[in-house]
C-alpha cells in the first residue's frame, strides 16, 4: 500500500516584520507541505511580497522563526528578464552545473517557449516573457515555487493559459506552490488550500476540494467565495 507521508518544505513561527515601528508581518505562522497548491489572498499593501521574499531567502531583517528548504525559486509579477541576454541564457543564469543550456532549453520547451530561446527579452510579449520567466523558475527545480501575482499584467485570454500551464507544470513536478493573488477566482480555480493575510498573520484559510480541471460555478467554490 503507498503511503504519502507529508514533506514540509518551509515553517514559519511568530515571523515578524517590521518597516520602521511598524509590523507588516506581525507573528505569522504558516507551514507548507511538499507538493501543495496555496494560493495567498490580501489586500495591496497587506504584506504578502513581504512574505514571499521572506520565504525566497531575499530579506535578513526578520524576527521569528523561518525554516524553508533551499530549492526555492521564485517568479515575479514582472518577468525582470536580463534585456542584454537571450532568453535561453536568462532562464539559464545563475545555474552552476555544466549542461546549463540544455536544462534550460528543457524547460523552455514545458512552457512552449522553444522557439524564442534565442529571442532577446524585449521582442517577447507579455505572456511570453512570463513563460519565460517560470522556465527560469522552474530549471532549478524547486521544491518551493513561489509565485508573486505572475498573472496580474498579462490580458484575460492569455492569463487563462497561462493558468493551465502553471497546473500542468504542477501536475507533471510537484512542486509546493505559494501563489499571490488578489484575484479570488485565480486562488479558488488554481489551489487546494487558500489563505487570505490581514493584520499580518494568515487571518483565514480555507481548503477547496472540488476536483481539478475547476469549472468557476462549482457549488464547492461559489460556496467559498462566499466566505472569503
Ligand atoms: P502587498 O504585496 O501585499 O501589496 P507588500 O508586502 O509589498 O504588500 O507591502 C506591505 C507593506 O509594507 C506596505 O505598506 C509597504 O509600503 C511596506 N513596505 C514594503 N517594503 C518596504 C520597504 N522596503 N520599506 C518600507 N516599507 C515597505
Ligand atoms: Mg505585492
Redesign the pocket.
Known amino acids: 500500500m503507498e503511503t504519502r507521508i507529508p514533506r514540509r518544505v518551509a515553517g514559519l513561527r511568530g515571523l515578524t516584520r517590521r518597516?520602521g515601528d511598524r509590523a507588516?508581518l506581525d507573528g505569522l505562522d504558516l507551514d507548507i507541505e511538499g507538493g501543495e497548491f496555496i494560493a495567498l489572498l490580501?489586500r495591496?499593501?497587506?504584506?504578502?511580497?513581504?512574505l514571499l521574499r521572506a520565504l525566497a531567502g531575499l530579506d535578513r531583517d526578520l524576527d521569528g522563526e523561518l525554516s524553508v528548504g533551499d530549492s526555492v525559486a521564485v517568479a515575479f509579477q514582472e518577468p525582470r528578464l536580463v534585456p542584454w541576454k537571450r532568453v535561453r541564457a536568462n532562464v539559464a543564469l545563475g545555474l552552476d552545473v555544466p549542461d546549463a543550456g540544455a536544462r534550460a532549453d528543457r524547460a523552455l520547451e514545458e512552457v512552449g517557449l522553444s522557439e524564442r530561446a534565442d529571442a532577446w527579452p524585449l521582442t517577447l510579449s507579455g505572456g511570453e516573457a512570463q513563460r519565460a520567466s517560470l522556465a527560469r523558475a522552474l530549471v532549478r527545480e524547486p521544491e518551493l515555487l513561489l509565485l508573486d501575482e505572475p498573472f496580474s499584467a498579462l490580458d484575460a485570454l492569455t492569463r487563462i493559459t497561462v493558468h493551465q500551464l502553471v497546473l500542468d507544470l504542477w501536475a507533471l513536478h510537484r512542486p509546493a506552490v505559494l501563489l499571490v493573488t488578489h484575484d479570488v477566482d485565480e486562488a479558488l480555480l488554481l489551489a487546494d488550500r487558500v489563505l487570505v493575510l490581514s493584520e499580518g498573520r494568515i487571518a483565514h484559510e480555507y481548503a477547496v476540494t472540488a476536483p481539478r480541471p475547476r469549472h468557476r460555478d462549482h457549488p464547492d467554490l461559489v460556496n467559498l467565495r462566499d466566505r472569503l
Request: no cysteine; hydrophobic share 20%; glycine share 30%.
Open positions: 518597516f507588516v490580501g495591496s499593501g497587506s504584506g504578502k511580497s513581504t
